[in-house]
């Protein structure tokens, strides 16, 4: 190992560049940002050292031979085997495109996108006010700019527009309006529990069935976690047999 990748040395350990590289990729996606840079490194290999210290310290004090500490080892060892077991339990499993088609063919309700619509609102109070709102956008004014002169809703800082939303999402006067006008049509005034609504359906998209192939990733995950979970229920059950179980609740 060349001195070019070594960052620090406590005692006789050293701190490798790779050392503070694995310590940052294990650190939330937000942190690794702020801590991939030199001045993070350097930041990082300060608590390695801190880190070390304390072990040194604990060592020498005989911390390592403290019956707490010992029962805590204990106790993690016997849930490190556990999981360990799990791992050599689930390591043969093997999931084939066959049964991927399979289980994708039997279970094609789970399979299917909802309509997707994007629409835009003006709200305002009454209907005087909307059936007003109406007549000039159809005497060419921007929906966009009234949206933002006149909407009472938080969405009229991007022009009315509430982004892409599935049926039953929105109260359903509005949804329904939604679901059957023309797309780029202008609506008459809608009465909902929050006022008078004019929308514009900006674009509509009917429901679909998502493909095998993009269900693929996905499928292979829920796949492979049913198999887990019938595998290690089917082993626990086969285990009793073996081992003495009292439950008493």
């Known amino acids: 190992m060349t001195t070019d990748n070594i960052r620090a040395k406590v005692e006789n350990l050293e701190i490798t560049q790779d050392d503070v590289q694995n310590f940052i990729n294990m650190l939330s996606p937000e942190a690794r940002i702020q801590f991939s840079n030199e001045e993070g490194f350097s930041k990082i290999t300060d608590e390695l ?97 009234l949206a933002k002169e006149l909407s009472n809703c938080p969405s009229k800082e991007a022009g009315g527009n509430l982004g892409t939303f599935s049926p039953g999402q929105m109260v359903k006067e509005f949804d329904d309006v939604c679901q059957e006008i023309e797309i780029g049509t202008i609506s008459d005034p809608v009465k909902t529990q929050f006022g008078y609504h004019i929308i514009k359906v900006n674009d509509r998209k009917e429901p679909s069935t998502i493909t095998f192939e993009e269900a693929k990733e996905d499928m292979l995950k829920q796949y492979t976690a049913i198999k887990q979970q019938e595998l290690y229920l089917n082993k626990t059950i086969e285990l009793q047999k073996d081992y003495k179980v009292e439950k008493f609740y």
């Open 49 to 145: 050292v801190n880190q070390e210290l304390l072990y040194l310290d604990a060592i020498a004090k005989k911390l390592d031979q403290d019956p707490a500490y010992i029962k805590e080892v204990e106790l993690a060892k016997i849930n490190i085997l556990k999981q360990f077991a799990l791992a050599n339990l689930f390591k043969d499993i093997k999931i084939t495109d066959e049964e991927l088609n399979e289980y994708y063919e039997s279970h094609k309700q789970h399979f299917t996108r909802p309509m997707q619509m994007n629409a835009s609102h003006i709200l305002v109070e009454s209907e005087d006010e909307a059936k007003k709102i109406k007549v000039r956008i159809e005497a060419g004014e921007s929906f966009e700019n």
